[in-house]
């Protein structure tokens, strides 16, 4: 079996844990069977493992959320990236093509589902029933039985209530009177999951971009047009059937659904006493007290700090302002900003706070328009400085001025503050080089 799973967001449902970099999927807030903490994505990740252990994974994504991918999923799972969001079309167009260049057969079944579901293991039971089924219909849908009368879904109508049946009809996101009405006619919610054969999806992308060779289209990209899956392929299509699923399904992209998955109702260094269905969560280094107050979450992260009742809570996308990811996690390890300035002399700073992880590194490059100080503060690594290596340890202090080589290898977790200064402090700066560790 094929997946592809969609991994998108902006962030912003789920500020301040969230953001642009660091989007709900790569949140680990859920206790894995072995008592660590596991995010949506690894949690997803590991269930098709399970079931599927034969199943080929492919995760659609842009490019700033592979190092979170690699990070928590590990090098061997496919990457399809996108160099820029071109809607849900486009992006399965080029995943598409992704297992078209790696070998995939054009016979061969696609499944595509989200990333960040909140399931059990017989949905994943059910994607196996959509891969087999794929091509008795040229779509293959998944229909989710509905538990209320959701404004939040679009609604597909099934000609029967068999367990596989054609489809009669699409309804968009509709007002909760009408929902209550498509559920009385049988209707089920459109989870955005549907399966294919590939050389299917391969003719409509090449009828309608010219191509479906994978590095043309990924060079084209940016010109392609804006258009969701529904749109460009399901209400064009008329040989569609429908899979009932009638298993648990959450979307948790509102702090209020989140909160009802958590078994923990506070995380990180935070007391709260005396309230009721309150969820705290504190990433900061600080002490968080939450007393006597009930139905709300209250977060802390370096992007910022969000007390709020959770009825609410759905609103939070139209008050947080696009910004600076404060915090991040690579392949390497993870970065916290402390501090960003800006200068009367139009000089910036910037200081962040890096753990390397044991063994890992920062691959070998170069700044043009900014100098770095690291302070090392804690642990054992190898820094390289155009291309002479030396140890360092805690206190030690290394000065990288424009244009000067550099790399740092952690021998055990390595801390380092890191000052930067210059005229541009952004990732664009960066001229990445060769270096063999070995």
Known sequence: MNIILLSGGSGKRLWPLSNEVR?????????????TKESMAMRMYRMIQEVAPESTVTIATSDNQVPQIKAQLGEDVGISVEPMRRDTFPAIALAATYLAKNGV????????????????LDYFECLKKLSLEAGKANLTLMGIKPTYPSEKYGYIIPVSDEPVSAVSSFKEKPSFHAAEEYIRQGALWNGGVFAFKLGYLLDI????FGTCEHDTLYKRYGDLEKISFDYAVVEQESSIQVIRFEGQWKDLGTWNTLSEAMEETVSG?????????THVINELGIPLITLGINHAVVAASPDGILVADKARSPELKNYVADARPMYECRGWGEYKVLEYKIHEDEMNSLVKEL??????????????????IWTFTEGNGELILDGVVKPVTR??????TPGMKHAIKAISELHII?????????????????????
């Open 105 to 120: 057969r054009n016979d061969e079944s696609v499944v595509v589902c989200p990333v960040d579901p909140f399931v059990e």
């Open 205 to 208: 992308v090449s009828s309608r």
């Open 269 to 277: 260094n935070a007391l709260a006493d005396g309230c009721e269905n």
């Open 395 to 400: 206190g030690d202090v290394a000065v990288i």
């Open 418 to 438: 890191e000052v930067q200064i210059g005229d541009e402090l952004t990732e664009d700066d960066i001229e990445r080089l060769d270096w063999d560790w070995k």
């Open 23 to 35: 989007s709900k999927q790569f949140l680990k807030i859920f206790n894995n069977t072995d008592g």
């Open 355 to 372: 753990k390397i992880s044991p063994g890992e590194h920062i691959s070998y490059q170069r700044h043009r328009h900014r100098t770095e």
